[in-house]
T-cell receptor, first 113, second 115 residues
Framework: QQPVQSPQAVILREGEDAVINCSSSKALYSVHWYRQKHGEAPVFLMILLKGGEQKGHEKISASFNEKKQQSSLYLTASQLSYSGTYFCGTSRHGSSNTGKLIFGQGTTLQVKP | DAGVIQSPRHEVTEMGQEVTLRCKPISGHNSLFWYRQTMMRGLELLIYFNNNVPIDDSGMPEDRFSAKMPNASFSTLKIQPSEPRDSAVYFC?????????????FGDGTRLSIL
């Protein structure tokens, strides 16, 4: 089942913060985050494997709440280069370790000067 | 290190023609995934392979689509006959399976237009 991302789109000014959420109706084993710029391939940002785990990548971090079956991506002090579409990809609890991901529909982020 | 290599980058062909998309995964990666991306349906998993063996092809739209992985360094996705609704960007991705939940590395994609 496809995870649901919110919001669908967000517009920011440089320096502002944003949060993107990814929710699943099924138990999750892990959440992957990717960013895709227009006309390019998705690029891996980070994986969260444990409930409550928080990871960071420059000024982009994420949390994973296993109980709530959701993950949030935090972008602080946004830069122009953060613009793009953000996807979460989820893998299910109890699934064999196949690496299969189901991607959300994406959140489009636009950062303006 | 070379990333995932896909060819062609762009393909324009007429309805009814056979289309073959190619993918070379990252050396040492033993999982390979084919995705289709459209505005309407987003990023859909079509099929994936582990150690050259197809594991799950439930995302393949219909019998017109087929995929093969004859060896660890090459995979093809074939559409025969092609239809205008097959127009999309097709991505190939690869990952390692030696540890839990390795990231997937995407190729640049093939932008397919069926007229």
């Amino acid at each position: 089942q496809q995870p649901v991302q919110s919001p669908q789109a967000v517009i920011l000014r440089e320096g502002e913060d944003a949060v993107i959420n990814c929710s699943s109706s099924k138990a999750l084993y892990s959440v992957h985050w990717y960013r895709q710029k227009h006309g390019e391939a998705p690029v891996f940002l980070m994986i969260l494997l444990k409930g409550g785990e928080q990871k960071g990548h420059e000024k982009i971090s994420a949390s994973f709440n296993e109980k709530k079956q959701q993950s949030s991506l935090y972008l602080t002090a946004s830069q122009l280069s953060y613009s793009g579409t953000y996807f979460c990809g989820t893998s299910r609890h109890g699934s064999s370790n196949t690496g299969k991901l189901i991607f959300g529909q994406g959140t489009t982020l636009q950062v303006k000067p | 290190d070379a990333g995932v290599i896909q060819s062609p980058r762009h393909e324009v062909t007429e309805m009814g023609q056979e289309v073959t998309l190619r993918c070379k995964p990252i050396s040492g990666h033993n999982s390979l995934f084919w995705y289709r991306q459209t505005m309407m349906r987003g990023l859909e998993l079509l099929i994936y392979f582990n150690n050259n063996v197809p594991i799950d092809d439930s995302g393949m739209p219909e019998d017109r689509f087929s995929a093969k992985m004859p060896n660890a360094s090459f995979s093809t996705l074939k559409i025969q006959p092609s239809e205008p609704r097959d127009s999309a960007v097709y991505f190939c991705a690869s990952s390692r399976r030696d540890r839990d939940n390795q990231p997937q590395h995407f190729g640049d994609g093939t932008r397919l237009s069926i007229l």
